[in-house]
Each structure stands twice: as C-alpha cells, then as structure tokens.
C-alpha cells in the first residue's frame, strides 16, 4: 500500500475527537505537549489527528499491532508479576527518534518506507477485549505507537477493558498536557514513561521538549496514576554520569519509590554507529540510581548479566521479593497486598488486579503478531 492509498485508509477510520479546543477559526489539539493549532485540511506533527470540516478528526476502530506480551516487558516491574498484558498500538507518533524499535508504525506519513510495510487492521472494541480476555490476559496495554495521539480510542478500549475485570496502561513517551491526563486518569491503572534523557538538546533532536516531559511525570504523579520510568541508556547520547545522575535526583525528588529501568540500547532504525549498551553501563546507572536515593532501580535487556538489578528487593530489609531472568518471573515472594515476607513491610505497586465485577463474557482468540514483531514494547 503506498503512502496515498494509506493516508486515505487512515482518514477513513477515524471520528470526532474529544481534545480539541476551537480556537480563532482553527482546532488546538491538546493530546500531546505539541498542542498543534490546527486549520481547516491540515495535520498535526503526528501526523494523524486532522482537521475536516472544521473538527478534529481522530484515529479510530483499527490496530497496527497487536500481541500478547509478559507485563515486564512493557516494563511494569510492580504490576501483577508474571501476568500477561494485551498490547494494541495503533500508527503513528509525535516525536521523530532516530533509533526508534517501532519506526514501522511509529513513522507513518514520514518515512515512506513504513507507509509501505504497515497494515491498519479494522476491529470492534468487543472483539479486542473478548480476544483478551480469552488470552489469560490481565493487563489491556496501549503500546508500540506512542498512545497519547489515539487517546480516544484508547480510552474508549479501556472502558470496556475496565468492565471486564482487565487492568489498563500505558506505554508512553510522556509528551503530555494536563487535559490529557485528565481525560485519561479513571481509565488507566499504570503509566510508563520514557524519560530519554535529561538534556533539552537531546530532545530536540527528536521532535520534543524536555521540560514537557518532566511536567507530565509531576502531572502523572499528582493524580494518582501508577508510575514507572524507563531510560534507555545510548552510549555516547545520554550515558554520562552527570545525565543519568540528573534523571535519577529528579526522580527521588518526585517519589523515591518510582521504579526506574535503565535498559540496554541497540542500533535500530536510522542509527547505526552507538553499538550496544555494555553490561558495565547498565550497572554504573543502577548504582547512580540507588545512590540519588531511589528504592527501586531496574537494569534491563541483558537478562542474566546484571545480577541483583533483575530483582525487586524490600527496601526495609534488603531481601529479594521478586526474582526475575529478562522477563521472566523466577520466582514472586510477595503477599497479595505487597506485603514482604521477611519483615512484613508493604512495598508500593499494583501486585493484584482491583476487584471488578467481569460482565462482558469471555472472547475469541484473534491472530497475533502483528508488527512490531520483535524489539518494541
């Protein structure tokens, strides 16, 4: 499908969106931290959020992934371990990442060439949430494409996820605005972000702000969502002991009980001269981590070769609650509520699904696979 059949593809499955603000003759599109002002024919940096008849127009009733992942990979390290997490995407994002494990869903309309690879694949909420449910799945994830931009959808799959008993999250890069989180905090249980570095620099070169990002984790925080942070460590872009010690103080100051993943990076996409993340830099970020003060700090990707940092450990007592290899649960120590079974103190997470009464009878399963088929979370 070339890159006009596609766009026409996409501007058929979309609706009316719910973030958007009419604004002198135009629409501010408030869904990410761009906050595109947008007129009458036009797109926003995303690429797929539109303005048609002076309404803003939103992607809708399709996905562009869509597989059944361990919860760790996400990563949500404090959520119900070892469960399995229902991961949808859609097409599209709202940054430009050079290194991006998803480009060929994430860089539709940018890069001709994931206009030719992807597929958007159209689905009834009522069969993505039976498909679900029939998984053993006790997480509905918004994944792979950055989900702020389809947030209606989104929302609209949660809702239905929420009925039937499911935990719902998040896998974000964080560019957010304060009406979006508002729109999406009595839908989503967990939140992860992406903090990718913490130079401003940095994030222009991929399409965003810092400060933006830093705002929606203190907005996050403020109302209630749960919480957990991934850095990817590139050596040579953000692997200096100053940034990663800058993102690990930023973070204690916010909540000392954040968990924080340091993962391993790998060339992808249209960068090609970093090399992988060694062992050694993983570590040397884990213990700037656990010296700014962070309870839980995380190395992930190298599963085998970073020893304890694979582990969640009681911070009252040291000993180790949850024992993991990649994403794979070893081995989980903790109560249903939490709770240490070495000196019974409570350590923070979402360790067992919220009791909702199930009322959507369990589903049929749906092929999986889609992309991203390896790599992406």
Known sequence: MDESDLKVRLRELTRPGDLGLAEKGKVRCVACGHRCLIGEGHEGICRVRFVDGGALRVPWGYVGALNLDPIEKKPFFHVTPGALAFSFGMLGCDYKCAYCQNWEISQVHRDPESD?????????????????????????TSTYNEPLITSEWAVAVFRQARAAGLMTGYVSNGNGTPEVLDYLRPWVDAYKVDLKGMREAGYRSLGGKLGTVLSTL????????????????VPGLNDSDEELRDAARFLSGLDRDIPWHVTAYHDDYRMGDRGSTPAGSLL??????????????????????????????????GVPVVERRGYRVVRNGLAPDGSCPSCGGRLPGLWAPPARPASIDAGAPLALGSHPASGGR
């Not at 597929?119 to 997480?139: N, V």
């Not at 040397?284 to 969640?312: C, K, M, Q, S």
């Open 284 to 317: 040397r970020a884990a213990e700037i981590g656990r010296a700014e003060g962070l309870h839980f700090v995380y190395a992930g990707n190298l599963p085998g070769r970073v020893g304890e940092w694979e582990d969640t450990r009681c911070p009252a007592c």
């Open 116 to 140: 030719r690879l992807v597929t958007a694949r159209p689905i009834q909420i009522e069969e993505l949430i039976g498909a679900a449910r029939f998984s053993g799945a006790k997480m509905v």
């Open 218 to 233: 203190e907005g996050l925080k403020a109302r209630g969502f749960w919480v957990e942070v991934v850095t990817l460590v």
